[in-house]
């Protein structure tokens, strides 16, 4: 062999690169997302959209009283990102984790590009480190932005006035403001875990679309799956129930446990989901152009331990909480109807310029029945009917009673809707500091603690 | 560590790669000294993109020893710094605009770069203009220069290319050219594959030419010119028929019928089969006889002809 140039200097033996540290890959992924129009647009979305949209339903006449927390949208600005959690649970989130990091391995796999980013790093764990972080960065802005964005719309529609809470108690804006907070955190939970889903899917099904697609799809699933009649230790071992039982925060006292479950199944499968997306990822031949990283075996290795973990965690529930059952009883039922019924008869009475009175005093019950008594006295459905009493203070030979059509889902929900006598919860206005409303005791919503055993 | 190993950019011996039972690289021998230009050719899964991706460190081969600027090379993406370069196509993101996509490319890699190389690099391969245009928009030979810009971001001692003159224009061609030899000049060894026969032949000094994975020819383009034995020339002359009179009494030189070799008929051209020296008999004798030589040259070019011969013969041994 004989060199070109007549004279080249000798140069002493290269020391081998080093790998480009996690901080620089996490930037360069960052760079490369944000550059997206379709992120742009995302997070210009997320910042803004909610904030109109709440501010302009505080503005109609007919609210959204069929989500949660819906129906005190003109009362207060606080159910303003309630509202938007709900409806960020069922579509939001989902679709903000598939865009985001649905897509993150799958690009590199449209573009061609994974081998230039290989040499440009030196390392498979290090760029699998950097496209997590990178997606969570963008995933906790937009969400960020969907909680923010919703809680000034409210406040700077409607005001800061005190939330209504599940049970009828009415929670200071303080209190609001921080179990909003709390609630949007708890949220975050889910979220991770079906960015992680998009992860492994992103890594699992390479150039194929269903990579985006399986948040979605998983999220779907997870929300006809909470509509279904499956026991409690089912329900709450699937990660989508954490973006129901931050409803538990808005009860007195807050129904903690389901949350924390709930919160704790979801974090297991962010662990569980990343860790599957990140050993499929190192696994990958990147010098074989034909392997995208798909395949029946990675497909089999990303499922069956989820399936294996869904299966744990159905047990763990069921043996830590003795609950296989739907979790919605007869007791129950007539214990949260009687303790919202005299939360909201005391903000009546307000509203009204009545007496005072206090709900020691008032000492409500209710007697409720699932299809006139003829079936099980438990589960979901809209045949419950109640009826609730209580005792008028300083009027001992009177007690009142009101009768409650209740329509309860799986998941614990219920809205009461009052059928007589229509004095104490029929259709009027009563004036409220923020314009007149509807009587409280008119229709509200409640919930059942599916894990309550009183 | 010796002077004749620290000349030494890559230097391969009994490189074997499989990929299952397909057999990438079979014993491939390569050597490629400090500013030397390395052409890399064969047909299609020859195994010349497996051979680059050892270079770049994308994989580590199954069998043989890999030494890539004196250092050893044991586990992929172990390569040593300085070696730079890309396999199939350049990595180049398509939201970013070129100016963007080398920025963050240097970021990435630490190099602190500033605005003034970029545009320099930008500069060198003929993107000025376009350096804020968005790479999506970028022709293929847009892309190839961008991806060369971005490699000698790196200012790298070994540069790797797979097939750097896809798609490239003319003027492209020509930045692309210019920067390698000024690398080559400046001691930068480059390995590059291509199909283009002329870009090697303008390029290379030495070639080494794979076929199903094995080398078929290593060397100098020189050395492979001579050892193919005969090649086609087109002469055309002021008569062509005094020409055809001499080239037919010519010992070691035959007339072709050119009907068969695709080319355009020509009336004034004769296409002449013979050994260099042979044909050198044959152009005295034609200007002896007062004609005018006014074209010779190769119908194939010798590079092409020598990898045709060698590569056609591999497939039929197989």
């Known amino acids: 062999m004989t060199a070109t140039t007549a004279v080249t200097p000798p140069v002493p033996a290269a020391p081998v690169a080093p790998r480009v540290p996690v901080s620089r890959a996490y930037r360069f992924e960052l760079v490369k997302l944000v550059s997206q129009w379709r992120i742009r647009l995302l997070v210009l979305a997320c910042w803004i959209a909610p904030g109109l949209f709440v501010a302009g339903v505080g503005q109609q006449s007919t609210l959204p009283s069929d989500t949660l927390f819906g129906r005190w949208m003109h009362a207060t600005g606080w159910a303003g990102p309630l509202v938007m959690l709900g409806f960020a649970g069922t579509w939001a989130l989902p679709l903000l984790t598939s865009v985001v990091a649905g897509d993150v391995f799958a690009a590199e796999d449209r573009l061609g590009t994974w081998r230039h980013l290989l040499v440009a790093v030196r390392s498979p764990a290090r760029i699998f480190v950097a496209k997590s972080l990178a997606s969570l960065t963008v995933i906790l802005l937009l969400v960020a932005g969907l909680a923010v964005s919703s809680t000034l719309g409210g406040l700077a529609s409607v005001g800061d006035q005190p939330l209504v809470g599940l049970d009828g108690h009415l929670l200071s804006s303080g209190d609001a403001a921080g179990r909003v907070l709390l609630a949007w955190l708890a949220a975050l939970a889910p979220a991770l875990s079906l960015a992680a889903i998009g992860l492994l899917g992103s890594v699992a099904l390479g150039r194929s679309p269903m990579g985006l697609l399986l948040p979605p799809v998983v999220a779907l699933a997870m929300s006809v799956a909470q509509m279904l009649p499956l026991p409690v230790a089912v329900r709450l071992a699937l990660p989508g129930y954490a973006f129901i039982s931050w409803n538990g925060l808005f009860t007195s006292p807050e129904q903690l446990t389901p949350l924390l479950i709930g919160v704790a199944v979801s974090l297991a499968w962010t662990v569980l989901a990343t860790a599957l997306a990140y050993v499929l990822f190192v696994r990958r031949d990147f010098t074989n152009p034909a392997d995208d990283g798909s395949g029946r075996r990675a497909l089999t290795l990303g499922v069956l331990p989820l399936a294996a973990l869904t299966a744990l965690t159905v047990g763990a529930v069921a043996v830590t909480t003795t609950s296989t059952g739907s979790g919605i009883e007869q007791a129950k039922v007539q214990k949260s109807l009687a303790t919202v019924f005299a939360h909201l008869y005391r903000l009546q009475t307000g509203q009204l310029h009545r007496p005072a009175v206090t709900e020691a005093q008032l000492k409500a019950t209710a007697a409720c029945t699932k299809s006139d008594g003829q079936a099980a006295q438990e589960g979901a459905g809209n045949d419950w009917r109640c009826v609730v009493s209580w005792h008028l203070p300083g009027v001992t030979a009177v007690t009142g009673t009101a009768v409650y059509q209740l329509d309860i889902t799986s998941d614990g929900r219920f809205v009461a809707d009052g059928d007589g006598p229509k004095e104490v919860n029929g259709y009027f206005l009563v004036r409220t500091s923020t314009g007149d409303a509807p009587n409280p005791l008119w229709q509200f919503d409640g919930n059942v603690d599916l894990l309550d055993h009183h | ?318």
Request: with cysteine.
């Open chain 2, 1 to 318: 560590m010796g002077l004749m190993d620290t000349l030494h950019a890559v230097r391969a011996h009994g490189i074997t790669k499989c990929f299952g039972d397909v057999v990438a690289l079979d014993a491939v021998d390569l050597d490629v000294t400090q500013g030397q230009i390395h052409g890399l050719v064969g047909p299609n899964g020859a195994g010349k993109t497996t051979l680059l991706g050892l270079l770049l460190g994308l994989a580590v081969a199954d069998g043989g020893r890999l030494e890539i600027l004196g250092t050893p090379v044991e586990r992929a993406l172990a390569v040593p710094g300085g070696v730079a370069g890309f396999v199939d196509a350049p990595g180049l993101y398509p939201s970013l605009t070129a100016r963007q996509n080398l920025a963050a490319l240097a970021a990435l890699r630490g190099l602190g770069s500033g605005t003034a190389a970029i545009d320099e690099m930008l500069g060198e391969v003929g993107l000025t203009d376009v350096a804020d245009d968005k790479a999506r928009g970028f022709s293929l030979g847009m892309r190839q220069r961008l991806g060369l810009a971005a490699a000698l971001l790196t200012r790298p001692r070994l540069l790797v290319l797979d097939e750097p003159a896809n798609g490239l224009d003319p003027a492209g061609k020509r930045h692309v050219h210019r920067v390698l030899t000024r690398l080559a000049a400046d001691g930068t060894a480059v390995v590059l594959s291509s199909h283009r026969m002329d870009d090697l032949e303008a390029l290379c000094s030495e070639v080494t030419i794979l076929a199903t994975g094995r080398v078929v020819f290593s060397g100098p383009l020189s050395k492979l010119a001579a050892e193919n034995r005969e090649l086609d020339y087109r002469l055309r002359t002021s008569d062509p028929e005094t020409a055809r009179r001499l080239a037919d009494g010519t010992s070691g030189v035959r007339i072709v019928d050119d009907t068969g070799l695709g080319l355009r008929q020509d009336p004034d051209v004769l296409v002449v089969r013979a050994l260099v020296a042979a044909l050198d008999e044959l152009v005295a004798q034609v200007v002896r006889s007062g004609v005018a030589v006014r074209e010779l040259a190769p119908v194939v070019s010798p590079l092409e002809a020598a990898f045709l011969a060698l590569t056609e013969h591999q497939e039929a041994g197989r």
